[in-house]
């Protein structure tokens, strides 16, 4: 079928022209095709043009939208070229120059043109760290080229990375210092309490660090080494991480240690680290494993205040003394009662305050009934040998840290259950117990104060889960303390989120992917632009006080083909990498 066109001359010589719908149709009797006129459109002359034009357009949408293409009002093609997300990125963005993180650096590091590449590239790791932690290495070839839609980090190459994290870790201390500061401030942040808790973080490594003769490697001690591990790996080498958080989780500061470092030696270090922070009337509170009598000491100094829970089974006068005085239980809530115990006389009296959770109490007797009967099963099956010696089953059950506690051994190697230790644990069933120096707190204000440094344990979970602190590809200490706080910086823009949303992170993140930023081509212009915002999108921005993005990002009236995503070559130069 096809637009025919005839014509014929008047009288006076005027050739006139004819639009007909025609059709080539076959014509047995003659042998041949023949036309076959459709409909007449009448004299050219005499036409609108225009009905002919929206035919035509009407023809070709159809045409092009049944083989998947997009088709403008005029007829023209509208070809998309890519879409990535740019939702979360946006509001990442807005938080980093809320709290002044660019001008913080840039006042530590200076303005050279140089040092702004890098100021970038430290953005680029935070918010690679919170959208979709992987490694420095894949950050920069594959995640920041064709995952998201990021202008600032255009040109970014990979030893600007490697040179933001060591710009990171030289201004450390006056970075986290004036960004707390920022946070304080723009968050209304409650300061009276410090959370401070540490964790382990192992490595897939087989030898500890050994100390370096760079000069360098001077100003750190060698950091991956063996032990006491908190998730189970004493088999590795490891470093030992330090986290100081506000009551709102909003994380104050960050340490590294050797992986060899006892918990009660960094009290210490933290506090002196802390002097001068403007933090108020502060509170620091700690678990078990920061309490000692020196630690006690150094925080006393400069009137300062500390609540740490201690140790029950250590045989001191916590365990002789506290948990064994008699007294009234006075109930907080359902899942809390409380017993103040004053042990001594005078400036060397210690006050402590023993906490009773009837509930968790409950739980654990179940659950060691249910270990007691499993274990009566296990020992009516062992296979009795010769006193001399234990069958391998015997000897797991004796090691086991879940059964050993309840086993005993007589004379001639049997084992049995060992109903003193099982009474002896029925003492500590749902109790821990708290001290502190301030007077000024009640018994009530103790042991919630210290129920609140699960605080820091929900940090860890999130920086071990969502934020993936580990594995760690770096081995250079200073990479690697960079690589913690890059991690931390992450913690922060995700609790100001939450605490604005009142929602988790995951479930923010989940709505603002759906903001993406689409690049198409129409009439040989390339458009990069903002897709719709949703209703419930919109309110969320409202909720975190961040202004909408931009609708329309870039126009090019001739692409070129450094504005299109591509994937680079891999690095050759091999110093760059092998510093990390």
């Known amino acids: 079928m096809y637009l025919r066109t005839t014509q014929r001359r008047n009288s006076d010589g005027k050739v006139v022209r004819y639009y007909q719908l025609a059709e080539n149709t076959w014509d047995a009797a003659k042998g041949c095709a023949v036309a076959r006129v459709v409909y007449n459109f009448g004299r050219a002359d005499q036409l609108d043009r225009s009905t002919l034009q929206r035919l035509a357009r009407s023809i070709l949408r159809v045409v092009q939208e049944q083989e998947g293409q997009l088709v403008s009002q005029n007829g023209t093609v509208i070809q998309l070229r890519d879409a990535w997300p740019f939702g979360g990125l946006w509001v990442l963005e807005q938080l980093w120059k809320e709290l002044g993180i660019d001008a913080i650096l840039k006042q530590q590091a200076g303005a050279k043109r140089s040092t702004l ?16 932690p992987v490694s420095k290495l894949y950050c920069w070839e594959q995640w920041l080229r064709e995952e998201v839609f990021l202008p600032r980090g255009d040109g970014l190459e990979l030893h600007h990375l490697y040179l933001g994290m060591d710009l990171l870790e030289n201004h450390k201390e006056a970075i986290e210092k004036s960004v707390y500061f920022a946070m304080a401030d723009l968050m209304n942040a409650d300061v009276d309490l410090i959370f401070y808790d540490t964790t382990s973080l192992h490595f897939e490594v087989d030898e500890e660090d050994q100390a370096e003769l760079g000069k360098r490697e001077r100003r750190y001690p060698a950091q991956r080494k063996r032990g006491h591990s908190k998730n189970g790996r004493d088999d590795a080498p490891q470093i030992v991480i330090g986290l100081a958080v506000t009551r709102d989780g909003l994380p104050v500061r960050s340490w590294v240690f050797p992986g060899n470092t006892a918990d009660v030696t960094t009290v210490e270090r933290v506090k002196n680290d802390l002097r001068g922070w403007r933090l108020g009337r502060c509170v620091f509170v700690g678990d078990a494993g920061m309490n000692s009598e020196e630690n006690r000491r150094a925080l006393s100094l400069g009137a300062g205040k500390y609540i740490l829970a201690t140790k029950m089974r250590a045989g001191d006068e916590v365990t002789r003394e506290v948990l064994t005085r008699p007294g ?16 001594g006389d005078g400036e060397r009296a210690n006050r402590y305050v023993v906490c009773h959770n009837p509930v968790e109490e409950e739980r654990q007797r179940k659950h060691r009934e249910g270990l007691v009967t499993q274990l009566e099963l296990e020992l009516g099956s062992l296979r009795q040998l010769d006193g001399t010696r234990h069958s391998k089953r015997a000897c797991e059950l004796r090691t086991s840290a879940r059964f050993g506690r309840y086993l005993r051994e007589d004379e001639s190697g049997k084992l049995s259950l060992d109903r003193a230790a099982i009474r002896d644990a029925e003492r500590y069933d749902g109790k821990w117990v708290v001290t502190s120096n301030d007077d000024t707190l009640t018994p009530t204000d103790l042991a919630l104060g210290y129920k609140q440094l699960m605080r820091v344990e929900q940090c860890w979970r999130q920086l071990k889960s969502g934020l993936r602190l580990r594995p760690v590809y770096h081995y250079r200490p200073w990479r690697i303390h960079a690589h913690v706080t890059i991690t931390v910086l992450g913690l922060l823009l995700e609790r100001i989120i939450e605490i604005r949303t009142g929602d988790t992170w995951r479930n923010v993140l989940d709505k603002l992917q759906t903001i993406k930023v689409v690049e198409y081509e129409h009439d040989g212009v390339r458009v990069r632009q903002t897709t719709e915002l949703r209703p419930d999108v919109q309110q969320l921005l409202a909720r975190l006080k961040i202004p909408t993005p931009p609708k329309l990002h870039d126009v090019q009236s001739q692409p070129d083909s450094q504005h299109v995503k591509t994937k680079p070559a891999r690095p050759t130069d091999t110093a760059t990498t092998d510093n990390a």
């Open 328 to 343: 009234r239980y006075r109930t907080v809530k359902d899942n809390l009662r409380v017993k103040e115990v004053i042990v």
């Open 117 to 132: 590449r890098l100021l970038d590239a430290i953005f680029v790791m935070v918010a690679n760290r919170t959208l979709e």
